[in-house]
């Protein structure tokens, strides 16, 4: 199925998005041989899964995404992908090793992942002869760009949204722009210059839509006039559940002392209490109750993120046109997700870090017509630990025997006989929010929360299908007394396949003083449980 006119519909809208002069002047176009896909990994940051208009969300009319939503409907939208640890750093890990924070050594934003000797993502994709790069936001510490033929990466820092920095092999390189557009330049330009012949692998991370949501000014009127609706659980009050769990979390849109408050910070309020300069703006309350604050602050996060949003959209157009121009768009695997999902108003919260949905779903799109039909739907679990061996499979290479995930080409193709997860591992070790850990069903979530002593302090225990926003705990609900013992029962049983010892549980684990270089990695493996890895969840 070949689309010359993929996105016919949709205009790019600025001068300023179109493709450079240097990749205008396409070289013939020369097909790789072989009949493995080109891939092509797109991936966002602090992506809320709603925010995809594709995904039906409460704020779908509002959402300015045409090209992803094109690419769910001519491939694959999954409903149930969720990350095992919702910080930007841990989530990057896991998808370059296939591992889970205790065995990548990246439980928060601190630590080292050096994989010289690792058989990593790009690792594995340039030994089975495919080009390789990796292009924006990295933010990963560490020893860890083996396997890639080039970069252009922020490494270990969030990096800037206008006239962003980026390391290359051959030093600094530094452009004007915002930073979506700059990364789709860069990324476009390594495109035109790769050996046409071979197949490619890139990773183009973006670094929207993370904070503080600098958008492109051509954006800055975009929703200027328009009322966005909030979300249900805008002013949730946090009862009905463990009060030492979900209402601790520190970031919150709004709080009358204003510790982690979005509100001090967009009126230009640092940790000290000092004024400075919103990125967009402050905001002014002046004469606003607490009410109008919380929902002024909203506003003017809801638009900011959505600009991001527009920005991530249009680029990504960039790259599909480019493929299609090439010839090769029905050849590539196109996937778009997250590194983790995002809190934009939900439960009065902003950020991530804590395991509601929200925080931990992502969205995950595949387009591959060759192989995977236009319009699927798909429920199956499946975790960003997944993400590197089903990519690996995709492109007909040996999977590491180290890594822990489950490949799910078979899921996208509806194959009967693909791994089913019957739950997914979540574990948050950082600051904001109280350490906790626990599992996922497609009906039911426990979540455990942990002391800074490393004692157990409480629990949650939510139905998934009754109550999607998670607003109310039924763990004292005696007719939920069986479905507690299961999910206690998988929750055991999912730590034992992935090796993960008590003494390693949030609360327990002890962050090192200074950067460590891999904490739990063995001589050989990097691993703590090899031969564990393939245990069915």
């Not at 089903?390 to 693909?418: H, V, W």
């Not at 070790?429 to 109280?434: A, C, E, F, I, R």
């Not at 327990?508 to 200074?514: C, F, L």
Request: proline share 5%; with cysteine.
């Amino acid at each position: 199925m070949k689309r010359r006119e993929f996105l016919k519909s949709v205009g790019i809208g600025s001068a300023s998005l179109l493709i450079p002069s240097t990749v205008l002047a396409l070289s013939k176009n020369k097909k790789p041989t072989g009949t493995r896909p080109n891939i092509l990994y797109i991936m966002a940051d602090d992506q809320n899964a709603s925010f995809v208009g594709s995904y039906g969300g409460w704020i779908k009319d509002f959402v300015q995404t045409p090209t992803i939503d094109k690419l769910a409907e001519e491939g694959a939208r999954l409903t149930n992908c969720f990350n095992t640890n919702s910080l930007c750093a841990p989530s990057r890990a896991s998808i370059i090793s296939g591992k889970y924070s205790h065995n990548s050594g990246v439980y928060t934003l601190r630590e080292d992942m050096n994989t010289a000797g690792w058989n990593t993502l790009p690792v594995v994709m340039k030994k089975s002869g495919y080009q390789t790069a990796a292009v924006g936001k990295w933010h990963v510490h560490g020893d860890n760009l083996h396997g890639l033929d080039y970069y252009a990466l922020t490494k270990t820092s969030q990096g800037r949204y206008i006239n962003p920095s980026m390391s290359t092999p051959d030093g600094k390189r530094n452009e004007e722009g915002h930073s979506s557009d700059v990364y789709t330049n860069i990324s476009m330009e390594w495109l035109e210059k790769r050996d046409k012949t071979q197949p490619f692998f890139l990773m183009h991370h973006f670094k929207a839509a993370h904070g503080p949501w600098q958008y492109a000014p051509r954006y800055e009127s975009l929703y200027q006039d328009v009322e966005i609706p909030e979300p249900p659980t805008l002013h949730d009050d946090y009862s009905n559940r463990f009060e030492g769990g979900v209402g601790v979390k520190k970031s919150k849109i709004f709080s009358k002392d204003g510790t982690g408050s979005l509100a001090s910070r967009m009126q230009g309020l640092n940790k000290k209490g000092e004024q400075g300069e919103w990125p967009t703006g402050n905001l002014d309350i002046s004469g606003m109750s607490d009410s109008e604050i919380k929902k002024a602050t909203y506003q003017k996060y809801v638009k900011d993120y959505l600009r991001c949003v527009k920005g991530i959209d249009d680029n990504v157009l960039r790259l599909v046109n480019y493929l299609e121009q090439e010839g090769i768009l029905d050849d590539t695997l196109i996937i778009y997700t997250a590194d983790q999902g995002m809190y934009v108003g939900e439960h009065g919260f902003y950020d991530k870090r804590l395991g509601l949905d929200e925080g931990m779903r992502m969205p995950f799109i595949a387009r591959y017509p060759k192989e995977i039909q236009a319009g699927v739907v798909l429920d199956d679990i499946v975790n960003n630990v997944d993400f590197p061996e089903t990519m690996i499979d995709y492109a007909e290479a040996e999977i590491p025997a180290d890594m822990q995930g489950f490949s799910f080409r078979k899921n996208l193709n509806g194959d009967p006989e693909a791994h089913q997860r019957t739950a997914t591992f979540y574990a948050f070790y950082s600051s904001g929010t109280p350490r906790h850990y626990g599992i996922r069903t497609k009906h039911h979530k426990l979540l455990k929360y942990m002391g800074k002593d490393g004692s157990a302090i409480g629990q949650d225990l939510f139905d998934m299908d009754k109550d999607p926003h998670e607003l109310r705990s039924v763990l004292n609900d005696k007719s939920y007394a069986g479905v507690l013992k299961k999910l206690e029962s998988q929750l055991k049983d999912e730590m034992q396949a992935i090796g993960l010892s008590e003494e390693d549980l949030p609360g327990r684990w002890k962050a090192p003083g200074k950067k460590t270089k891999n904490p739990k990695k063995s001589k050989k493996t990097g691993m703590k449980n090899k031969k564990s890895k393939k245990k069915k969840s």
